[in-house]
């Protein structure tokens, strides 16, 4: 919901925070006490001509992939970047069958070969006619587009085929999905598809426990039998599979103290934060955040869904299918001409990820020259306003005392939380030949390319 604040609070913000102020990158003294304590590193340079970087919630499942795309090369089997992304985009459904289902709502961010980033939103349709009974699979409807509109000369039956002949035969249960089981066990239980892969007996799959793999091919076929007969069936009152909804749109952001700042577009108005319209949600939407780069091309995915309320499996499997998300992570694309720069970034978890996307434009994250500049941003420690009632929410990582007694003054109550939010990005440096992701160290996200030994 969209929650007005009182026209004072903009002028806190300032006071307390600083939020006009410009931070100079790559300057010592901006880096927060959690980025100096920090030891493991949150990215690395990827240098030309090397091997694919993996962005995941799991190194386990970047590793498994890899091998994949290695025993798919020895078969002489040749495969595009795009064909590389589509695969691993099927590949996270059976991943994270609770988010990356084929109802889930899909974001892509691509640059391919260099390109600016495109970026493309698969969604069920804002309005909806009460009176037709339909049903939409943005995710599926998403990676087939992806491949349409690069011209793959692989089809989404084909790509299927490969992840059924090259995949193991069981996948390890992530940290997040052993979440979603437990958080949903009750519901999954009453269901077949669901209770024979999720528990054992009657106790729900822990950590690292395996289940088996789905048959991509009978899914995708399923998929497409369902979109021939639903251009055929006229009959009113049956249920037909529709395509998704495509949005392309994204708002332009000027900010007010900085009249040099770049081209900032973003998938939210971050103009409503200027005048103390927060975009606060009332439940937290569960998201996947997911990617790969390979020479000069890249791609990062969001995919989200709630799963409050009724679920049921998809196809006879032990997909999920939820509800569609009317909120999903805030994504801006920054285009920095005289830095010859490209920054994506992403917010998602936590109440209003849009409004730590603006707080960090405020302080000069659009002006980074360097990987390590971005990083330093995505570090510092962060702070939200909450209303109904008005209160600010704060990571205790700098304790600032000046700033706890302004808030004393000012009645408006305080409280530290350990975790606000997760926001990652993607840098493209020119100057400096840099380019690559950054994770938030408050994520689970994993790189393969930190990790010692490559798969």
């Known amino acids: 919901m969209k929650s007005k604040l009182f026209p004072w609070l903009i002028l806190i913000c300032l006071s307390i925070f600083g939020c006009t102020q410009i931070i100079k990158p790559a300057n010592k003294a901006t880096v927060s006490s959690l980025s100096k304590k920090e030891v493991e590193k949150t990215y690395c340079i990827i240098p030309k001509k090397k091997s694919l970087n993996f962005l995941s919630g799991s190194n386990q499942n ?64 804002f309005t909806k006619n009460k009176k037709e009974i339909s049903y ?58 669901f209770k024979n ?57 000027k900010t007010k103290s900085d009249f040099s700042s770049p081209p900032i577009k973003c998938n939210i108005d971050l103009s409503l ?11 937290e939407v569960s998201s996947n955040i997911f990617g790969l780069e390979e020479d000069d091309s890249y791609f990062i995915a969001a995919s989200s869904q709630l799963l409050s309320g009724p679920i049921s ?60 500049d971005l990083d330093i941003f995505l570090k510092g420690p962060r702070k939200i306003f909450l209303v109904n009632p008005l209160r600010v929410l704060i990571e205790p990582l700098d304790k600032n005392e000046k700033n706890l007694l302004r808030f004393r003054k000012k009645n408006i109550p305080l409280y530290p939380v350990r975790n606000l939010g997760h926001i990652m990005a993607y840098g493209q440096f020119n100057i400096k030949q840099q380019n690559g992701f950054i994770l938030d160290k408050r994520s689970l996200e994993k790189l393969s390319c930190l990790e010692k030994n490559d798969p």
Not at 138 to 144: A, K, M, R, S, T
Not at 170 to 185: A, D, G, P, R, W
Not at 273 to 283: D, G, K, T, V
Not at 355 to 366: A, E, F, M, R, S
Request: glycine content about 4%; hydrophobic content about 30%; proline content about 6%.
């Open 136 to 193: 939409y699979y943005p995710y599926l409807d998403g990676v087939e587009y992806l491949l349409k509109h690069f011209k793959s000369k692989k089809s989404l039956i084909q790509l299927s085929s490969l992840l059924d002949r090259h995949l193991p035969k069981k996948f390890k249960v992530t940290k997040s999905l052993e979440k979603t089981i437990n958080m949903k066990k009750a519901n999954l239980y009453k269901s077949k598809p």
């Open 197 to 253: 892969v999720f528990f054992k007996e009657a106790e729900p799959l822990k950590q690292n426990e395996s289940y088996p793999k789905l048959q991509f091919k009978s899914l995708v076929k399923k998929y497409k039998k369902l979109r021939k007969s639903s251009k055929r069936r006229k009959a009113y009152g049956k249920q037909k599979l529709k395509k998704a909804s495509i949005s392309r749109h994204l708002f332009p952001f």
């Open 62 to 125: 970047s590793k498994s992939f890899h091998q994949l795309l290695k025993k798919i090369k020895k078969q002489r089997i040749k495969l595009s970047f795009i064909e590389k992304s589509a695969l691993w985009l099927l590949y996270q459904m059976n991943v994270s069958p609770d988010v990356c289902s084929p109802s889930s709502r899909l974001q892509l961010i691509v640059s391919h070969k260099g390109s600016e980033p495109l970026y493309w939103d698969f969604h069920h349709p």
């Open 273 to 283: 934060y200027q005048h103390s319209i927060f975009l606060i949600n009332s439940e």
């Open 313 to 372: 499996p998809l196809f006879g499997t032990f997909l999920i299918k939820g509800k569609k998300p009317q909120k999903t992570p805030t994504i801006c694309l920054i285009k920095n001409q005289n830095k010859k720069s490209n920054i994506t970034l992403i917010s998602y978890k936590g109440r209003d990820p849009g409004q730590h996307v603006y707080n960090l434009i405020q302080q000069g994250v659009h002006q980074s020259n360097s990987l390590m």
